[in-house]
């Protein structure tokens, strides 16, 4: 049974930094695509950035130059690295592995983490 875990969110003032990790279970992770993605209140939920399993990435605009994804495939984990961030980044951030194989879906999400950014 896959397993997502994030960790690491909290309450930061804007300007400062968090960094978010998510440890996956279940399945060999190093083949999916492992990605974040968030949801304000009363919103739909967002891309925030993505990873593939040879390391390209891909990033939301709102967040280019202040948030950096990268993942362990040894350890089965992802991280967000937020820096500079502003109210707006306010939200839960929720993890996602993902892969698509013959013709089938798999997409699984973590419980998610709430971040705050409030002076």
């Known amino acids: 049974q896959v397993q997502l875990v994030e960790s690491g969110g909290g309450l930061v003032q804007p300007g400062g930094s968090l960094r978010l990790s998510c440890a996956a279970s279940g399945s060999i992770f190093s083949i999916y695509d492992m990605g974040w993605y968030r949801q304000a209140p009363g919103k739909q939920r967002d891309l925030v950035a993505t990873?593939?399993?040879?390391?390209?990435?891909n990033n939301a605009d709102s967040v280019k130059g202040r948030f950096t994804i990268s993942r362990d495939n040894a350890k089965n984990t992802v991280y967000l690295q937020m820096n500079s961030l502003k109210p707006e980044d306010t939200a839960v951030y929720y993890c996602?592995?993902?892969?698509?194989?013959?013709?089938?879906?798999?997409?699984?999400w973590g419980q998610g983490t709430q971040v705050t950014v409030s002076s």
């Open positions: 996602n592995v993902h892969r698509t194989t013959m013709g089938r879906e798999y997409s699984y």
């Open positions: 990873i593939t399993p040879g390391g390209s990435i």
